[in-house]
């Protein structure tokens, strides 16, 4: 054997390149995905892995440098003047990109290489990688055209891994690939997907693509497969491949059934007005009922400022129901009638800061409450009541705090005829409006040199209220002044603190005989507090129990409270807190116990924790935004949980009030609500003179960040019964999550009626006679939600919610999602089932079908998931 036929086995051995792994595009990581990728939502932020254009080029291989910015290498190599004739392994690596192919000739002096077998290139500001035949491409210019193309954009190869460099990663193929320019690419009898190559769950099967590396891929008369299959039919359509990508456009239309509005289907347009600003507007045709609208605007002049206008309205033709309160109608002999429950109902929130002042608009128009019940997708929602409009300014400054105000609130009840739920149903309202109202305060402060500290409370307002058969006009004035001087005192661990308030409060109207009169008033009350706390009692458990230090804390207290000179209670009009003042002669007690654990170890923890929105009683998660979306935990690093934890609170507090009657300002036979029985409970209790309140129980346990147990509880030892009681269970296990909730209330209700009988339908109680009567209503519901997997968990995940109304032994709503997460697409099934009162009773079915970087087609909203 010859030493030139050795040179060449040993130099084929050593440079023989590997097979190049399987191409992989996918929105969703999978576990062969290298970890130190970019989120979701931070492509384009390049990461610190050397990239395949800052390896060592032409290892193993006699390399020739042709310039500064030209290595060309290969098993064979030919010059003749200026053109280079390379076979075997041959690479040149020119700026940031790696040409390969089994044979190139390459003219260093224009920049043209023609290769063919095996080609490959790699690399460029957008990670590009195509694989071709054979083809023409120019380094310098950055042009050419390949033959029997696969290619990925927004990818970075490293041997079997892959790193996502955008959020908008995509394969193509192609017979025939142009690239025009740097940036620019068309591809001829094509196909394009965000899915696992050779075997895509879907893609765009187009005569013509035109891609816009680093913005949109523009594609006609395509036609979409999925799963081998095809769907549709498009003779135009775009696919994103930029971060962040936003074009103005129709968006994919949406369809669905129901059982009340029929069958539903919808499009929207998008206008993507500048890069801080955007808008859809859209409308849904309603076989049954008629056509809906749906708009929204958002806006983001700056970091710390957002706007977002929301808008839905449904145009009804309205229902065939049988009634028997109209005219001429009865049980016996009901009538039809075309009920229309359309409405409109519009939301702007909005947040700014500048010059150190905070605004926050929280605008909310609903036209009709039956428009709510019938049409809001969401439960909790469509019950809600409550219209709550607020635009306030506020700035703090140097411990003192000016606001204004503009509110408007609005409670909606069903109207009673003789004692009965009217049909149709007929609702009313109250409403109280704040237009404007200045406010300041502030925090406590040292009186000169002296022991003792100063505080203030001012309020300056119009106000108006109405409801069925009261009204005050059109404003009223208000000033409240409320000055406050304290002593806090402490010896060995005592804390005592007594405190004198003076309360300030002038109205330009007052409450006369179910009337308001333009005849000023002004109270005056006198405010003597005395709190006490004795030491706090612990103990630490020396000796360890599941793996932890045990800490037992109990922090009594104890209140003296003497209210004076509100001697005009029933004269004054009610708009807030700050109008049931009443006098007052009590004690209350109570203590909060504690009880914490310490880790003896760092110990592994377990992060994930599925399905988050799915727990029983849970508040909204905090955001900046409306629709920014919230982190989901499952994509976050691991982050050991504390090393001391609250495993359980519980506080019992009661009060004893040595006045029963509260200075003549309680009225037997009615609910009474004042300001020192509201600090205690949310529930009305006193409905008669009474020493003793209530005795109230918050529990909270919390043993980790997968399980939370709450239970709020009022018990009466004087009736000897419990006037309400919530208890809410969540817990998480793996992929599994459990949720559960009771809520039991009894209120006394005063009602008057004349010549009906006893009835009590969805929390509407009525007396037996025919006068002014007070009767105990009781309310008690159950809620349960069960569910497996997650939102981006590949395969199958499922969740149901439901609940159900005790009192009266129906189901008021159920829920069922079920979803399956391929690697670029997924779909998600849900029904919904409500039953609300004499209003509502739909069965509703709605999907989503999800692509990966492209969007979704169905009916079922982000917002309106269980998971």
Known sequence: MTLRTRFLITALFLCHQLPAPALV????LSGNFDQSAPPIGQAGQKTETPSATSATPCANQAATQDNDETTICAIQQEK???????????????????????????????????????????????????????????????????????????????GNRVVLTSTAPFAFTGKVVEKGSPDHYLVYDGTITTCELPHPKWQFQAHKVVVDVGGNASIYHSTFWLHGFPVFYFPYATHPVAREARETGFLVPTV?????????????????????MDATVGAEYLSKRGWSQRGEFRARPSDTSYVDLNFFGVVDRGIVIQTSTATGCSLQSPCLQVLREGGQEARLTAEGNFWGFRAVSNVDYLSSFLFRLAFNEVFTQAVNSEVKSQVFLSKAVNGFSLSGMVERYQNFFQRLNNGVLTNPPAFDAIQILHAPSLDASSVDRALGRSPFVWSFDASLGGLARSE?????????????????????????????????????????????????????????????????????????????????????????????????????????????????LSNTHEVEYGFVTRLYAKRSSSGSQDCETPMTGLAVGSAAPEQVVPWQRVSNLDSLPCAPGPEVREIATWEIAQKYFLDPTFG?????????????????????????????????SRLRVATSSHTDTEWDLDYDFQLGRMNSSTLLVNYNMGPFTLGGGDAFLQIPQQITQSGSTSTQSEGQCSPTTSTTTQVTCKFQQFRV?????????????????????????????????????????????????????NVRNENLFRFTFTLANIGSFGNLRRQERLY
């Open 25 to 28: 595009t996918s929105q969703l």
């Open 256 to 276: 669905g059934r129901s059982s009340t509005n029929g069958n539903e289907i919808g499009d929207a347009f998008y206008w993507a007005i500048d890069r801080s």
């Open 468 to 580: 069925p058969g009261f009204h005050t006009g059109n404003l009223l004035g208000r000033f409240d002044f409320s000055p406050e001087l304290s002593l806090p005192l402490q010896f060995r661990g005592w804390s005592l603190r007594p405190a004198l308030t003076l309360h300030e409060t002038f109205y330009s109207q007052r409450f006369v005989g179910g009337q308001s009169l333009k005849d000023p008033t002004n109270r005056q009350a006198l405010e003597t507090s005395v709190e006490l706390r004795p030491p706090v009692l612990e103990k630490v458990f020396q000796n360890q129990f599941l793996g932890r230090k045990w800490k037992h804390v109990i922090e009594p207290r104890a209140v003296y409270r003497l209210v004076t000179g509100v001697n005009d209670f029933a004269n004054v009009l009610h708009f807030d807190e700050r109008d049931l």
């Open 785 to 837: 939600a069960l569910g497996y997997g997650g939102l981006t968990r590949r395969g199958l995940s499922a969740a149901s919610s439901f609940g159900i109304d005790a009192e009266t032994r129906q189901l008021q709503f159920a829920t069922a999602q079920t979803s399956y997460n391929w690697d670029c697409c997924g779909v998600t099934l849900e029904y919904r089932r409500y039953a609300i009162a």
């Open 664 to 696: 003549g300002a309680l009225v037997t036979g009615q609910r009474n609500v004042f300001t020192t029985t509201e600090d205690l409970t949310g529930i009305a209790f006193i409905t008669r003179p009474r020493h003793l309140s209530p005795a109230v």
């Open 80 to 158: 003749d003047g200026d053109v280079y004739k390379l076979r075997g392994n041959a690479e040149i690596h020119y700026r940031n990109y790696i040409l390969r192919a089994d044979e190139v000739t390459y003219n260093s002096d224009s920049g043209e290489a023609i290769a063919s077998g095996h080609l490959t290139l790699d690399g460029g500001p957008n990670d590009e990688h195509i694989k071709a035949s054979h083809g023409i491409y120019n380094l310098t210019a950055e042009t050419g055209r390949f033959y029997d193309v696969t290619g990925t954009t927004g990818l970075r190869f490293r």
